[in-house]
């Protein structure tokens, strides 16, 4: 789980350079809904649907929380 965790964190690193660079909001509500929507389309057994749905709710709010954290970090370097 920590390899996979370190993986992904190392996208939404990439993520937070991208929107930092673009000038791009952190949170889009669609985008969101779709990757969820998406997401739980695939899930084979349909019981763990809640189960995923809210999982899935954590890691999105984890990455929104860390892309927050490191673009605030960014502009506070800058203005050093």
Do not use: G, P
Not at 28 to 55: M, T
Request: proline letters at 0%; glycine letters at 0%; one cysteine or more.
């Amino acid at each position: 789980m920590r390899v996979l965790f370190e993986k992904r964190m190392d996208c939404i690193q990439k993520v937070a350079e991208y929107k930092f660079n673009k000038n791009e909001k952190i949170f889009d509500q669609s985008r969101e809904q779709s990757v969820i929507e998406k997401n739980l389309k695939l899930l084979e057994k349909q019981e763990y649907k809640s189960a995923y749905h809210d999982f899935l709710q954590v890691l999105m709010d984890s990455s929104k929380d860390y892309q927050k954290d490191w673009i605030a970090s960014q502009k506070a370097d800058s203005h050093e």
